[in-house]
């Protein structure tokens, strides 16, 4: 038996970008026909962009993506393809499909099964879900064609192997999280072998709002064992043979329908496996953070970076993250310094951006902050000096930055991790005031590890020694450091990983965790008290299994508290 040409084709595309979309899905269709491909597949919903979202509450969004598609329909002669779009009954109901293309007709249309509504997806708010599988057969391989989450659960490739299938193609959009290659490759894996069906995964990549795709698309054999991996981030058409070997007999033919195709596979010479190098676990995140600020910029046509550098590491590793996604020429930093400021850390702010090159302003915001003091002093008088005069600090911070950004059309990157989000240990309309939150999903542990990783990988080490070594510190108020609000950053964010994303009660996480029951009272009143800031956030890059936001849904007015 001559092998089954696939090529899965992951691909950057953008929501609501129908005839952008299309151009590369046509590309793609082109590069695989070159490459003598049997059958290429491109990711879910790769034509309208994933998540659509409320678009497709809009019936003229739906009718152009059906309009948009019938004109890439033609490109499809001489190679077999399937293309994610949003498809319509006759009674208005929509479906997250895939389009199987072949000598320039649509032949048939897969409908997803298994609709995810958890975490980040709200796929039934949208869709209906289909209710048949369908089988492909090409030069007589049988192939099931699935989509996303019909791969995560186990009822539709048992289906498919009782329908006799030997392959299963998915398309997929599965967003990115720290370890999820891992997890998808292992499941994927159990799936081939439990049904005996060589698997073909093609992956969206690129960012989308709070949201990165990564790629890694990959090719399993009916034993679970790996013939090709794609890359990381990126866009890649990821071609591989399949063989008889890689194939399990034929099972019986169940009711599922076979949609014959007339497409003989050629003889040829065979395809180099491809199998990429993983990226290591520290690198991936900073992979995927500065692909996710590269197309937030792009995509939102926004060329110029600005944000805030005080000389601590969040600063610091934000600009080394903002660097590597746009360039040094379309990064500006500004140091603002006030009376608690100490030279080290001012002198530290200004290594980092000499060391990456980037443009440096600076503007003391001593003469604002003391016009603030001097006009609230009537209001202020007999009140010891606390939080509120710290806040205006952060706040004249913000407002110079907003200024800069209305006057020179700069995007303002806020600076803000994980650990201090949850805790609230951030300024409403100061440091948290911006475009788009880079570290928000990062906590402060893993900061470290990022810039040490940049440090590592250079050009350069653009970080100073002595921002990774000092104690951190909002320099808002004489001697301050963060650990006279936060318990250390090591401890604050195993509780807020148990707390957050693992939903953990108190009782489990003082099981788990050698602390005094007042320190994880405290963090999680803490977490608890500051929904109300979170949500008046900028949204920034999810890169854990639960980020704040889509994936966390809090009330504000909320008395169910566990503390």
């Known amino acids: 038996m001559s092998a089954l040409r696939v090529a899965l084709a992951q691909l950057n595309v953008t929501v609501g970008d129908l005839e952008g979309n299309r151009r590369l899905i046509e590309q793609a269709i082109r590069q695989a026909k070159a490459w003598l491909a049997d059958l290429v597949v491109v990711p879910e919903l790769a034509l309208t962009g994933y998540p659509p979202e409320d678009l497709l509450l809009?019936?003229?969004?739906?009718?152009?993506?059906?309009?948009?598609?019938?004109?890439?329909?033609?490109?499809?002669?001489?190679?077999?393809?399937?293309?994610?779009?949003?498809?319509?009954?006759?009674?208005?109901?929509l479906y997250n499909?895939?389009?199987?293309?072949?000598?320039?007709?649509?032949?048939?249309?897969?409908?997803?099964?298994?609709?995810?509504?958890?975490?980040?997806?709200?796929?039934?708010?949208?869709?209906?879900?289909?209710?048949?599988?369908?089988?492909?057969e090409l030069g007589g391989i049988r192939v099931g064609v699935t989509i996303c989450e019909d791969l995560w659960?186990?009822?539709?490739?048992?289906?498919?192997?009782?329908?006799?299938?030997?392959?299963?193609?998915?398309?997929?959009?599965?967003?990115?999280?720290?370890?999820?290659?891992?997890?998808?490759?292992r499941l994927f894996a159990q799936r081939a072998r439990a049904n005996r069906l060589a698997l073909l995964y093609c992956n969206l990549v690129g960012g989308q709002d709070e949201l990165v795709f990564d790629g890694a698309s990959l090719a399993l054999d009916a034993r679970g064992r790996l013939l090709a991996s794609g890359?990381?981030?990126?866009?890649?058409?990821?071609?591989?043979d399949v063989r008889a070997e890689h194939l399990a007999a034929q099972g019986p033919r169940g009711r599922a329908p076979i949609v014959r195709l007339p497409h003989s596979l050629r003889e040829?010479?065979?395809?180099?496996?491809?199998?990429?190098?993983?990226?290591?676990?520290?690198?991936?995140?900073?992979?995927?953070?500065?692909?996710?600020v590269r197309d937030y910029f792009r995509k939102n046509g926004f060329s110029t970076a600005v944000l805030g550098l005080s000389g601590g590491v969040d600063s610091a590793l934000t600009a080394c993250l903002a660097v590597d996604a746009l360039g040094a020429a379309h990064v500006v930093g500004v140091v603002m310094p006030s009376r608690?400021?100490?030279?080290?850390?001012?002198?530290?702010?200004?290594?980092?951006?000499?060391?990456?090159?980037?443009?440096?302003?600076?503007?003391?915001?001593?003469?604002?902050?003391?016009?603030?003091?001097?006009?609230?002093?009537?209001?202020?008088?007999?009140?010891?000096?606390?939080?509120?005069?710290?806040?205006?600090?952060?706040?004249?911070?913000?407002?110079?930055?907003?200024?800069l950004s209305n006057k020179f059309g700069w995007l303002v990157l806020t600076t803000g991790n994980k650990s201090e989000m949850a805790t609230g240990y951030?300024?409403?309309?100061?440091?948290?005031?911006?475009?788009?939150?880079?570290?928000?999903?990062?906590?402060?542990?893993?900061?470290?590890?990022?810039?040490?990783?940049?440090n590592r990988r250079g050009p350069g080490r653009p970080i100073p020694e002595r921002v990774l070594r000092r104690a951190p510190t909002a320099e808002l108020a004489p001697n301050q450091t963060d650990q006279d609000t936060l318990p250390p950053y090591d401890l604050l964010d195993r509780i807020v990983e148990a707390y957050v994303e693992e939903d953990q009660s108190l009782r489990q996480i003082l099981q788990h965790n050698r602390v005094a029951p007042s320190i994880v009272r405290r963090v999680l009143q803490m977490i608890d008290r500051s929904e109300y800031k979170r949500r008046q956030g900028p949204p920034g890059i999810k890169i854990t299994p639960k980020a704040f936001g889509k994936d966390r849904r809090m009330p504000i007015t909320n008395r169910f508290h566990q503390c």
């Open 58 to 93: 809009k019936p003229q969004f739906v009718d152009a993506n059906l309009q948009v598609l019938a004109r890439l329909t033609p490109c499809a002669r001489g190679v077999v393809a399937l293309v994610g779009y949003v498809d319509r009954d006759p009674r208005g109901r």
């Open 97 to 136: 499909a895939a389009a199987v293309l072949s000598q320039g007709r649509q032949v048939a249309t897969y409908r997803k099964q298994c609709l995810p509504n958890y975490g980040v997806f709200d796929e039934k708010r949208y869709f209906t879900p289909g209710g048949r599988p369908l089988l492909l």
């Open 153 to 185: 659960e186990a009822r539709p490739c048992q289906v498919l192997a009782a329908s006799g299938a030997q392959a299963a193609v998915n398309l997929s959009a599965s967003p990115y999280h720290a370890g999820k290659r891992v997890v998808r490759q």
């Open 231 to 240: 890359a990381q981030f990126r866009d890649d058409l990821l071609v591989v």
């Open 268 to 292: 040829r010479p065979p395809w180099p496996a491809v199998i990429r190098r993983p990226l290591g676990a520290v690198e991936e995140v900073y992979d995927a953070l500065t692909g996710g």
């Open 340 to 403: 608690y400021s100490s030279a080290r850390t001012q002198e530290d702010a200004r290594r980092v951006a000499q060391a990456l090159g980037i443009a440096a302003r600076e503007i003391s915001i001593e003469p604002i902050f003391q016009a603030y003091l001097n006009t609230l002093k009537p209001f202020f008088r007999g009140r010891a000096v606390d939080v509120a005069e710290q806040n205006i600090q952060a706040r004249i911070r913000g407002n110079l930055l907003m200024a």
């Open 426 to 454: 951030c300024t409403l309309y100061g440091d948290m005031a911006g475009g788009f939150a880079v570290i928000k999903d990062v906590p402060k542990t893993l900061v470290y590890a990022l810039a040490r990783f940049r």
